[in-house]
């Protein structure tokens, strides 16, 4: 797989700093950055109408949809808004695009994209590059690009998976974040803050999803980001023996987690550190969402997972690409989704979110903003040499879920490291091909 982001392409988005563009103004109608195709239906007699799949269902998704689509009517877009439970999206998006749907939906970067492409599920959106291409690295142009060299994603923001704590907790507990440096420093830190009465490491797993996490990065630190992209692409067999050494270490941790792993979401595992009873997560900086309390937010830190092979480092992170995708009903109405294509990608998009919740945006005009949060998740990435996007956007979704899905719940329910990979082999040999 293709790295997507390269240091020096985050290097260059990193020097444009400054206050973030999150200002009540960025709300208002003409704000800066505004969509020219969104302008032009403004003016004309009929404004554009488009559907659009959201999968932002969890807060502050709805409050971050309300605003933007606001906006967007101010441009000449009207939205119609269909929102649906984020797991429930990702686990039906098959169905969902061969049923009837939007015209306009939120997805991701890389090989998940790529499948529904080839499966000519999607509509092409080089219209709306050639007009906005200029706005983007070389890194998202590719994260992008279908197999078919055609563009179909319109990149919007990315965000890197880490160690996420609470400072005052660690600080409270003795606990120093710059000595984890090996995992044998994280579990040692775990013993210290289970002795504490803390949940050492907040797991969650509910949407079969949220582990996978785990998985890619203890697979990256133990035998390297390749092996991760050919475990992904199917060029590697589940049945080497470097699988094994990856449960292994992954096992190392279990004991430091919450029991119900199965029942937490991202959401409830992510409290459980807001609300200062566990130590850590292991989670997207998306985290972030939960931390609507300014003191708690400015609480909030983050270190990379540490080394487990002295031979990898800490060399490779997964930082997913989020983006918006037409589906095939777009094709029938065209210059209306092109439009909101062009206007989710802009600094105006960009800064309507930035308002209501800070992160790191793809278009490269976009605010960084400066809070020591943020900067600390660029400072990450400049830091790393592999960026993978998650197990389930670099392998096939219908091995991601439910097969890899199941098989990371039944390791985490104490199941067989060695049946289940096992398992695993039968099952990518029985998929059809692609």
């Known amino acids: 797989m293709k790295e997507i982001i390269t240091e020096n ?19 208002t109608i003409g704000g800066v950055g505004a969509s020219t195709l969104g302008a032009t239906a403004a003016n004309a007699a009929d404004a554009f109408n488009v559907s659009f799949g959201s999968n932002n269902s969890n807060p502050p ?10 906006v967007a009517k101010s441009e000449g877009i009207n939205v119609a808004l269909n929102v649906v439970d984020h797991n429930t999206f990702q686990n039906q998006i098959n169905t969902y695009l061969q049923g009837t749907p939007d015209n306009v939906f939120n997805w991701f970067a890389g090989y998940r994209m790529q499948f529904f492409a080839a499966k000519g599920l999607l509509t092409p959106a080089d219209g709306v590059w050639a007009k906005m291409g200029k706005d983007f690295t070389a890194g998202f142009a590719g994260a992008s690009t279908g ?45 210290v803050f289970k002795k504490k009465g803390l949940i050492p490491i907040a797991q969650a797993d509910k949407g079969g999803w949220e582990a996978m996490g785990v998985f890619d990065i203890v697979n990256m630190r133990t035998n390297g980001y390749q092996f991760h992209a050919d475990l992904t692409a199917g060029r590697a067999s589940w049945l080497d023996p470097r699988i094994q050494k990856t449960f292994a270490n992954w096992k190392l941790l279990l004991p430091y987690c919450n029991k119900n792993a199965l029942t937490e979401s991202d959401q409830t595992a ?48 997964d930082a997913p690409i989020d983006g918006v995708l037409m589906s095939n009903s777009a094709a029938s109405n065209l210059p209306a989704s092109e439009a909101l294509m ?28 400066s809070d020591p949060f943020i900067q600390s998740q660029v400072k990450l990435v400049q830091g790393t040499k592999h960026v993978a996007q998650f197990f389930d956007r670099d392998s096939r979704p219908d091995f991601a879920y439910p097969i890899f899905s199941n098989a990371v719940q039944k390791f985490l329910g104490g199941g067989n490291s060695v049946a289940i990979a096992k398992n695993l082999d039968a099952q990518w040999k029985a998929l059809p091909p692609v």
């Open 9 to 27: 392409e985050v290097s260059r988005r990193s020097v444009l700093k400054g206050a973030a563009a999150a200002t009540a103004g960025a709300l």
């Open 270 to 317: 992510g409290t459980l550190v807001l609300q200062k009873k566990a130590a850590m997560i292991i989670m997207g900086s998306f985290t972030s969402g939960l931390y609507t309390n300014k003191s708690d937010y400015n609480d909030l830190a983050l270190i990379p997972f540490p080394i487990i092979n002295p031979a990898h480092g800490t060399d490779s992170i």
């Open 147 to 191: 197999l078919d060299g055609k563009k179909y994603l319109i990149p919007t923001d990315w965000y890197p998976w880490a160690i996420h704590y609470r400072k005052s907790v660690w600080k409270a507990a003795g606990v120093n974040p710059a000595s984890i440096k090996t995992i044998a420093h994280l579990v040692a830190a775990c013993k």
């Open 342 to 369: 062009e206007f989710i990608g802009s600094t105006q998009f960009s800064g309507i979110i930035q308002a209501i919740s800070p992160g790191l945006f793809s278009n490269k005009n976009a605010t960084v903003p």
């Open 61 to 70: 998704g709805p409050t971050e949809d309300a605003a933007w689509t606001a």
